[in-house]
C-alpha cells in the first residue's frame, strides 16, 4: 500500500468515526432534527482537517477536493441517527468511536504535515490540531465545554500519537509502522485516562485568605 493510499484509508476511518461521535454526542447534548444532528457529525469529522490545511495554507481543504470525505461523513452521522434508540443507552460507543477519530487524525494529520515538507515541531502540532479540532468546534456549537478542556486525558494522546508518527518518519521508517504505532499510543492513553481517571497536571488556585 503506497502511503497516498494509506493516508487516505486512514483520514475516511477517522472521518466515519468521529461523524458517528459527533452526531450521538449532538444528540445527548441538544434535542436536534436530522439535520442539526448530520451538521454536527460533519463538523466533527471534518473541522480537524480543515484547520490543519488552511495553517498549511492547502487549499482548497483536502474535504472539499474530492466527494469522500463529505460523503463518508454524512454516512455515518445517518447511520448514528438512525441507530440512536439503540447507542443512546450505550456509554462505550461513544468512548471508542471518539478515540477512534482522535487516533486516526493525530497521526494522518502529522503525515499530511510532513508531506507539506514542515518541520517536526509543526507537524506534532498540526496532528494534535487534526485529532480535537473538531470535537473542539462541536462542542462550541452544542455550548458545552470543549472535551479538550476537561475529562480525562484528550490532546496530550493526540500529541504522543503525533510524536510517535513524527519520529518513526523522521528516523526513516516505513510510514505504516510508525502511524500504526502512533494510533495504538494515542488510543492506549486515551482509554486509560479516561477508566483511570487521569488528567493533565491542574494549577492549585490558593485562595485569597492563604494569601494573607
Known amino acids: 500500500m503506497s502511503s497516498l493510499h494509506l493516508l487516505l484509508l486512514l483520514d475516511l476511518l477517522g472521518v466515519f468515526a468521529f461523524a458517528l461521535d459527533g452526531a450521538l454526542t449532538a444528540m445527548r447534548a441538544a434535542h436536534l432534527d436530522l439535520f442539526g444532528v448530520v451538521a454536527l457529525g460533519v463538523v466533527t469529522a471534518i473541522g480537524g482537517g480543515l484547520l490543519?490545511?488552511?495553517?498549511?495554507?492547502?487549499?482548497?481543504?483536502?474535504?472539499?477536493?474530492?466527494?469522500?470525505?463529505?460523503?463518508?461523513?454524512?454516512a455515518g452521522a445517518l447511520l448514528a441517527f438512525a441507530g440512536h434508540r439503540v447507542l443512546a443507552r450505550l456509554t462505550r460507543p461513544l468512548l471508542l468511536f471518539d478515540t477512534a477519530g482522535l487516533s486516526l487524525f493525530c497521526v494522518t494529520g502529522a503525515l499530511i504535515a510532513l508531506e507539506a515538507g514542515v518541520g517536526a515541531g509543526q507537524a506534532v502540532l498540526l496532528g494534535c490540531l487534526t485529532?480535537?479540532?473538531?470535537?473542539?468546534?462541536?462542542?462550541?456549537?452544542?455550548?458545552?465545554?470543549?472535551?479538550?478542556?476537561?475529562?480525562?486525558?484528550?490532546?496530550?494522546?493526540?500529541?504522543?500519537?503525533?510524536?510517535?508518527?513524527?519520529?518513526?518518519?523522521?528516523?526513516?521508517?516505513?510510514?505504516?509502522?510508525?502511524?500504526l504505532a502512533g494510533a495504538g499510543a494515542c488510543a492506549a492513553l486515551r482509554i486509560a485516562g479516561v477508566v483511570r481517571g487521569w488528567h493533565a497536571p491542574r494549577a492549585t488556585l490558593t485562595s485569597p485568605r492563604d494569601l494573607d
Open 52 to 74: 490543519r490545511d488552511v495553517l498549511l495554507g492547502n487549499l482548497p481543504p483536502n474535504s472539499f477536493r474530492t466527494w469522500y470525505y463529505l460523503a463518508t461523513a454524512t
Open 131 to 179: 485529532g480535537v479540532g473538531g470535537g473542539t468546534i462541536r462542542d462550541v456549537l452544542v455550548r458545552r465545554v470543549p472535551s479538550i478542556l476537561t475529562g480525562g486525558l484528550y490532546a496530550v494522546p493526540a500529541m504522543l500519537g503525533a510524536v510517535v508518527v513524527v519520529a518513526g518518519v523522521e528516523a526513516g521508517a516505513d510510514p505504516l509502522v510508525p502511524a
